[in-house]
C-alpha cells in the first residue's frame, strides 16, 4: 500500500517510472535497516493511517505525504542530526521529482518539526507532528511494546546512560502545555498519553 501512495503523489510532479520506482526502492531499504525496531514501514502504515483520519482537516496532502516517507529516512540512534540529515535528503529527492520549491520548503520544515514537536504556524505541521506522536496515545499493551522496540534501537547504550535519557525525553513531553497541538490529536491521544508516559518514567 505504501508504495502506491508514494508512486501516485509522485507522479503529480513526474511521469520518469524509473525514477519514482528507484526513490520508493530506497525509502523500503532506508525503513527495513536492521537496527531498525519502531521507526520502520510499519511506523508509516500506522502514521500514514492516523493522517487519512484527518485528511479532510489538511489542506497540502502532497507535502505531508513526503514528509511521512522521509521524516525517518536517515534514522540512526548515536546521531543528534537525524531529523536535518533526512529533510535534506527529502529535499533532494523531491528535486529530481520537479517538485515545486515552495512545496519542498514546507516538507523540509516539517520533517525538522519532528525534532521537538512544537507548535507551529503551520497547522498542517501540527497534523503532521500529532500523528508522529500518535504511538504514545496508544493503549498500554502497544505503548510497552513501543517502548521495547525503541530500546532495542538504543541497544548499543547501557542502562546506565539509556535510562537517564530516555528520562529527559518523557520529562520533556510531560512538561508541554499540550502534547498533542490539534484538537484530533488532543481529543484522541493526550490524556492516555500522559498516563503512558508517567507510567513509563516511574517504572524507568
Not at 67 to 80: A, E, G, I, K, M
Not at 96 to 113: M, S, W, Y
Not at 172 to 199: C, D, V
Request: aromatic content about 12%; some cysteine.
Amino acid at each position: 500500500m505504501l508504495q502506491s501512495v508514494f508512486i501516485d503523489v509522485a507522479s503529480v510532479y513526474s511521469d520518469n517510472s524509473e525514477l519514482k520506482n528507484r526513490l520508493w526502492n530506497e525509502i523500503s531499504i532506508a525503513y527495513q535497516s536492521n537496527s531498525r525496531h519502531y521507526h520502520t514501514l510499519q511506523h508509516l502504515n500506522h502514521l500514514y493511517w492516523h493522517l487519512t483520519e484527518m485528511k479532510d482537516r489538511i489542506q497540502n496532502w502532497h507535502s505531508v505525504m513526503f514528509s511521512l516517507f522521509y521524516h525517518d529516512f536517515v534514522y540512526q540512534s548515536t546521531r543528534s542530526d537525524n531529523e536535518t540529515k533526512s529533510s535534506e535528503v527529502a529535499a533532494q529527492r523531491l528535486h529530481q521529482l520537479n517538485v515545486p520549491a515552495d512545496l519542498i520548503t514546507v516538507t523540509k520544515a516539517q520533517i525538522l518539526a519532528t525534532k521537538l514537536h512544537e507548535l507551529s504556524m503551520n497547522e498542517d505541521t501540527n497534523y503532521f507532528t500529532d500523528a508522529d506522536l500518535s504511538i504514545l496515545g496508544q493503549d498500554p499493551e502497544t505503548y510497552i511494546d513501543y517502548c521495547q522496540n525503541v530500546r532495542k534501537e538504543y541497544s548499543i547504550y547501557p542502562d546506565l546512560l539509556y535510562k537517564p535519557g530516555r528520562k529527559k525525553v518523557i520529562k520533556h513531553f510531560l512538561a508541554m502545555p499540550r502534547i498533542y497541538k490539534t484538537e484530533f490529536g488532543f481529543t484522541h491521544w493526550e490524556g492516555q498519553a500522559r498516563i503512558n508516559l508517567q507510567s513509563e518514567l516511574e517504572n524507568l
